[in-house]
């Protein structure tokens, strides 16, 4: 076999086939920025510089594939949410102690945002528009829509409120604002495939056991994440489910979202995951982002990839953070992630 280029990496596992070794799709918003020269306020509104900064960035390391983010904040943003820029050197946040509903009856009356005209996603689509011109004919791009039915709606209602509303409110109440949240994202993830990606992905972290229980996320996120899952592939792109933290507990009902990737956190057992997910997806992750990413050498890197490659086999898998990359990553430690990919797939 030849040496693959990182776009047929990537494709050859979601087609289920065998590639020339193990992809590595870092999520690397920050660490592109501060490898580029730039702070996140000087990007987070100008999808030349966010293009850039990826571009920079993947040639300098050589990894496999981009992922397109920025903040958690965007679509709240766009749908009309109070957001908070007082930090450049961190992303945006969303200012939840003025939500924008005061009942969860007035989410379905709000207008759905123009990924091309509201906020900042049109920044998000001009990046993905000119990675993809860059390097897209051999480099993996992922245009996440930022978040999910259950994020947003946390994010527009206040994630305080919403959680007492989980106990207190009419869960058909509850499932409207949800569907209009999926409606919402579904806009930007299809225009995320109209700019030319060739994946698309949420992050809905807030349904994670983390915050919720099991039992409440498979009431409340679950349905909505399928229905958004099946109605973005429909449209003909592959889509990623992201939900940080301890995700053990709902593996497998991530998995039978039918999502074509699932980005796994640096809390998840990758070998049951692995046993679980089987061919029905790929798993995306999980070095922790803090320790070894950040704090930890090389070596110990390099001992963490090792062990992911051999949890799962190398099969199913792009090698990734588990979650997204600090700015503040030592480029040596990014360069063993790549090095170990290179050097352990050979061994599985």
């Known amino acids: 076999m030849g040496e693959m280029t990182g ?11 065998t590639p020339d070794r193990v992809p590595v799709v870092p999520q690397t918003f920050m660490f592109a920025a501060e490898t580029a020269g730039y702070t996140i306020g000087d990007i987070n509104n100008n999808g030349k510089k966010m293009a850039e900064s990826h571009r920079i960035s993947q040639e300098k390391f050589g990894y ?12 709240a943003e766009a749908c009309g949410s109070k957001v908070n820029f007082s930090n ?28 091309y005209k509201d906020g900042r996603l049109p920044a998000w689509l001009e990046t993905t528009n000119r990675l993809v011109d860059m390097v897209g004919d051999h480099v993996f791009v ?6 999910g039915p259950f994020d947003l709606l946390s994010l527009i209602r206040g994630t305080s409120n919403l959680m007492m509303e989980l ?40 349904a994670g056991p983390n915050l919720i229980n099991p039992e409440m996320y498979r009431q409340f996120a679950w349905e909505h994440e399928v229905n958004l899952c099946n109605e973005v592939q429909d449209y003909g792109i592959p889509w990623s489910l992201h939900i940080c933290g301890d995700t053990n507990p709902i593996i497998e009902d991530m998995v039978n979202t039918g999502a074509k990737i699932l980005e796994v956190d640096w809390q998840v057992d990758m070998k049951r995951a692995s046993e679980i997910a089987g061919d029905k997806c790929v798993l995306m992750g999980n070095i922790d982002p803090s320790y070894p990413l950040v704090h930890g050498t090389p070596q110990e890197v390099e001992q963490k990839a090792k062990e992911i490659i051999e949890a799962t086999s190398g099969k199913n898998l792009f090698l990734s953070s588990g979650c ?7 480029p040596k430690n990014m360069k063993a992630m790549v090095a170990a990919a290179k050097k352990y797939s050979r061994l599985v």
């Open 64 to 75: 496999d594939g981009c992922v397109i983010d920025i903040d958690d904040a965007s679509l």
């Open 88 to 115: 450049p050197e961190e992303p945006a946040l969303v200012d939840e102690s003025e939500p924008l509903v005061n009942d969860l009856r007035e989410v379905p009356d709000l207008k759905l945002p123009d990924p």
């Open 324 to 330: 997204a990359m600090g700015r503040k990553t030592p």
């Open 142 to 147: 992922m245009g996440r829509a930022d978040q």
């Open 7 to 17: 776009l047929e990496r990537c494709n050859a596992v979601l087609e289920g086939n």
């Open 167 to 206: 106990i207190t409110e009419d869960p058909q109440v509850i499932w409207n604002a949800l569907d209009w949240c999926r409606k919402a994202n579904s806009v930007f993830a299809k225009a995320q495939k109209d700019a030319g990606a060739h994946a698309t992905s949420i992050g809905d972290a807030l």
